[in-house]
């Protein structure tokens, strides 16, 4: 069974960091793209950033030059380093995942669970 598990979200003072990071598990054959989501209360969950399984990136206008995406393909995990953190930044941040595993050979779209980024003073 495959699951994507977040890490790395907290309580940070406006200007601070955090990084997030998301692993894989179970049998994983390949990951294509991976890629992060946030959702604030009463709005609609909406792309941060993505990375390709080459390396190619993407992010939302309100994070770019803040964020940062890259993934270790070794490790099947894909990280999100938030700088100059903002109070609209709070929201629950969502990895997610294209990939095929040895349960599911086609390739699926998987989500994690969500970690709570909380950027206050």
């Known amino acids: 069974q495959v699951q994507l598990v977040e890490s790395g979200g907290g309580l940070v003072q406006p200007g601070g960091s955090l990084r997030l990071s998301c692993a894989t598990s179970?049998?994983?054959?390949?990951?294509?793209?991976m890629g992060w989501y946030r959702q604030a209360p009463g709005k609609q969950r909406e792309l941060v950033a993505r990375?390709?399984?080459?390396?190619?990136?993407s992010y939302a206008d309100s994070v770019t030059g803040r964020f940062t995406i890259s993934r270790d393909n070794a490790k099947n995990t894909v990280y999100l380093q938030m700088n100059s953190l903002k109070p609209e930044d709070t929201a629950v941040y969502y990895c997610?995942?294209?990939?095929?595993?040895?349960?599911?050979?086609?390739?699926?779209?998987?989500w994690g669970q969500g970690t709570q980024v909380t950027v206050s003073s």
């Open positions: 997610n995942a294209d990939l095929t595993s040895l349960l599911e050979p086609r390739t699926q779209n998987y």
């Open positions: 990375i390709t399984s080459r390396g190619g990136t």
């Open positions: 179970g049998i994983i054959l390949s990951v294509n793209s």
